[in-house]
């Protein structure tokens, strides 16, 4: 069984939105900070957003603070991922992560273009 599972991505034209979703199943969920990452083609992983257990806390790396929201609804082992006012340098595979016990999804690739 997949511990988590990323949904949601496509393609996107520039200044669009778009709404991943991970859900996370085998382990207990409420009890995990959760993460996205995000990796384009060519470079490194990069960390895009860390929201806390509970979901009261939230940090996001600062290219994406702004247009990008990460929640989480505990009640159905789901966290988010709102991309607003998408860029073309958005393009690339978002992953999911539970740094504790550093569960990662497969992915799901976003592409932004016109």
């Known amino acids: 069984q997949v511990p988590l599972v990323e949904s949601g991505g496509g393609l996107v034209q520039p200044g669009g939105s778009l709404r991943l979703s991970c859900a996370a199943s085998?382990?207990?969920?409420?009890?995990?900070?959760m993460q996205w990452y995000r990796q384009a083609p060519g470079k490194e992983r990069e960390w895009v957003a860390t929201i806390s257990k509970a979901g009261m806390g939230t940090n996001y790396a600062t290219s994406m603070r702004g247009r990008f929201t990460i929640s989480r609804d505990n009640a159905k082992n789901t966290v988010y991922l709102q991309m607003n006012s998408l860029e073309p340098e958005d393009t690339a595979a978002y992953y999911c992560?539970?740094?504790?016990?550093?569960?990662w999804g497969q992915g799901t690739q976003v592409t932004v273009s016109s």
């Open positions: 085998g382990f207990t969920f409420s009890m995990y900070a």
């Open positions: 992560h539970c740094p504790i016990p550093n569960y």
